[in-house]
Nanobody, 122 residues
Framework: QVQLVESGGGLVQAGGSLRLSCAASGRALNTYWMAWFRQAPGEEREFLGTIGWGGPAVGYPDSVLGRFTITRDNDRETAYLQMNSLRPEDAAVYYC???????????????WGQGAQVTVAS
């Protein structure tokens, strides 16, 4: 079992930056991929990338490529989503997820954080 707790959401002006954290606890965390997703109202959950124990992150979609960066601090058992040059369309609930297998689909992840709201003011 893995427990994930997110923090760092909030309100930011367009063009600004925000960093989300996902603190993990449980056994054998080194075997888990940690991913980030987001979901805006009325939209499907969007995969933002995933990172294995040794990194680097892979799978950034075009919508965030070059602006978002996923990292992982194994000593702190925490994954991060650094978001720069934020746009109003980035507003969503952001989720971290974990599972032992690599996947780009939300169906591939069995463990989820509670979600963090990100609002971007234009």
């Amino acid at each position: 079992q893995v427990q994930l707790v997110e923090s760092g959401g909030g309100l930011v002006q367009a063009g600004g930056s925000l960093r989300l954290s996902c603190a993990a606890s449980g056994r054998a965390l080194n075997t888990y991929w940690m991913a980030w997703f987001r979901q805006a109202p009325g939209e499907e959950r969007e995969f933002l990338g995933t990172i294995g124990w040794g990194g680097p992150a892979v799978g950034y979609p075009d919508s965030v490529l070059g602006r978002f960066t996923i990292t992982r601090d194994n000593d702190r058992e925490t994954a991060y989503l650094q978001m720069n040059s934020l746009r109003p369309e980035d507003a969503a609930v952001y989720y971290c997820a974990a599972d032992v297998r690599f996947s780009r689909s939300f169906e591939g992840y069995g463990f989820w954080g509670q979600g963090a709201q990100v609002t971007v003011a234009s």
